[in-house]
């Protein structure tokens, strides 16, 4: 098992790219079963749960080509649906990824009938699917839970008027994906406006979908009879960007992300302006520089975009451990999401946690130890623990991190961090 070892005290001077974003790209791919020709998605991160995506699809049938690219580029992956035969996605692969889940909407769309394993929960909360099946059922489709999948059927969905009863990123996904081949107009209501929906949403409408509305709360989708092969470049990780970001405010530094998009990322830059950081936004370029300077406790209250996302929630904490005065986090997204605390007191940060509410007193200097990574997130607060920790930190169980970062511990380096992987 892989372990990254980081030593600490040396502040991030330089520039990164940033590379396609994992949480647009997976329901991207799933997006291809909709077609009926080859899809080319380029930008596409090497990450762990893409390869997971791809093994999928595979699996269902479909003929998939990749470009390995370069880290610089991203990879190409050219997916061709036409030869999918099987609708059936296995517990063994939902179970290690839980946007497999996102393949029910465009499978029952395209061929009528899906089964898809329940997902299951996971380490940061319980990740119920009701609002998928809820809203596939709007469309008129008919589901049953059994025998830990959902078995769905639909001679031809119909379009529909749906509220959502919460906003779910991953709900609007799988309907939207799933009314663009229904029959007449499906207005959403209350949907998740997440930058990867307008990603997924523009990469729809390159295979001939016809949406309006999409990254607003009220999506309206016209249903077309077929969709087909086209090209889609994917959106820059906005928590990759915000991550390094944050690297860099900890350590005191001053570093520019490369081929980032800014304009999705307002509530992260907000605190980190807060933090005493100058940010300048420059196109695609973002320079954040701490002059050496100690960071400023945050509070933080995550909730769905625009507001802070909760897959940054982590590496604030991390920030504020560390920072002047004292920050409350607050996760109202998921109800388990601060495994990290654990970890983090394990390197000397003073945090009280009260059900939601996480009381961080940043403390003068933290001491590296070793620690484990229990998410994707979660790994990545240690991480930056770690760049500022006094001495050596050691990270195991980092599956998590390379599910979600590409090549972390390289782009680090290259930002003057000491890290480096080992077996
Ligand atoms: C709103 C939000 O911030 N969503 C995050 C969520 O998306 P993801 O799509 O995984 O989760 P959802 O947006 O669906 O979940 C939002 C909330 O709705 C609840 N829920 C969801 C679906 C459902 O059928 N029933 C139900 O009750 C969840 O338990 C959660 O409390 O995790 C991703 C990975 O960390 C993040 O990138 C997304 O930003
Ligand atoms: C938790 C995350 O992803 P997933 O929903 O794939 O577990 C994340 O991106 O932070």
Redesign the pocket.
Not at 302 to 305: F, L, Q, S, V
């Given at each position: 098992m892989h372990k990254i070892v980081v030593q600490g005290g040396r502040p991030l001077n330089g520039e990164v790219q940033i590379s396609g974003a994992k949480?647009a790209v997976l329901p991207i791919l799933c997006a291809t079963l909709l077609a009926d020709g080859p899809v080319e998605i380029s930008n596409v991160p090497h990450l762990h749960d893409v390869i997971t995506t791809v093994k999928l699809l595979g699996e269902l049938g479909a003929g998939i080509t990749i470009d390995e690219g370069t880290l610089a580029k991203g990879c190409g992956i050219s997916v061709d649906p036409t030869t999918v035969h099987s609708q059936v996605a296995s517990y063994e692969l939902v179970k290690t990824m839980?946007?497999s889940v996102l393949v029910l909407g465009p499978l029952l769309a395209r061929y009528g009938h899906a089964e898809v394993s329940l997902p299951g929960g996971c380490a940061?909360?319980?990740?119920?699917?009701?609002?998928?099946?809820?809203g596939l059922q709007a469309l008129g489709a008919e589901i049953a839970v059994e025998n830990g999948f959902i078995k769905a059927r639909a001679d031809r969905l119909k379009g529909a008027h749906h509220v959502f009863?919460?906003?779910?990123?991953?709900?609007?996904?799988n309907v939207l994906m799933a009314a663009t081949l229904a029959e007449g107009t499906t207005v959403l209501e209350n949907a998740?406006m997440?930058p990867?929906i307008v990603d997924l949403a523009e990469c729809l409408k390159a295979m001939g979908a016809r949406i309006e509305g999409a990254g607003s709360n009220r999506i309206v989708v016209e249903g077309v009879e077929r969709l087909h092969g086209g090209a889609h470049s994917v959106v820059p990780d906005r928590?990759e960007t915000g991550t390094f970001l944050v690297a860099a405010a900890m350590t005191g530094g001053r570093i520019t992300v490369r081929k980032a998009r800014p304009d999705t990322l307002d509530s992260v830059l907000d605190k980190l302006r807060q933090t005493g950081a100058d940010i300048a936004v420059d196109g695609d370029r973002i320079t954040l520089d701490m002059g050496g300077r100690r960071p400023k406790a945050v509070d933080i209250s995550?909730?769905?975009?625009p507001a802070f996302?909760?897959?940054m929630q982590a590496q604030f904490m991390a920030l504020n451990c560390i920072a002047e005065g004292v920050g409350v986090i607050n996760e109202?997204?998921?109800?388990n999401r601060f495994m990290h605390v654990n970890e983090l007191l394990r390197l000397g940060a003073d945090i009280r946690v009260d059900g939601h509410t996480a009381v961080v007193r940043g403390v003068d200097k933290l001491s590296g130890a070793p620690v484990m990574a229990t998410d994707?997130?979660a790994s990545a607060s240690l991480v930056l623990a770690g760049l500022v920790a006094e001495g050596e930190t050691t990270v195991d169980r980092i599956y998590h991190l390379d599910r979600g970062y590409e090549n972390l511990e390289e782009k680090l380096s290259g930002l003057g961090a000491s890290i480096r992987r080992v077996r």
């Open positions: 949480n839980r946007a940061i909360g319980s990740r119920p699917v009701d609002l998928h099946i809820k009863e919460m906003v779910s990123v991953g709900a609007t996904e998740a997440e990867e928590i995550t909730a769905p975009h996302p909760t897959d109202t997204i998921f109800e994707l997130r």
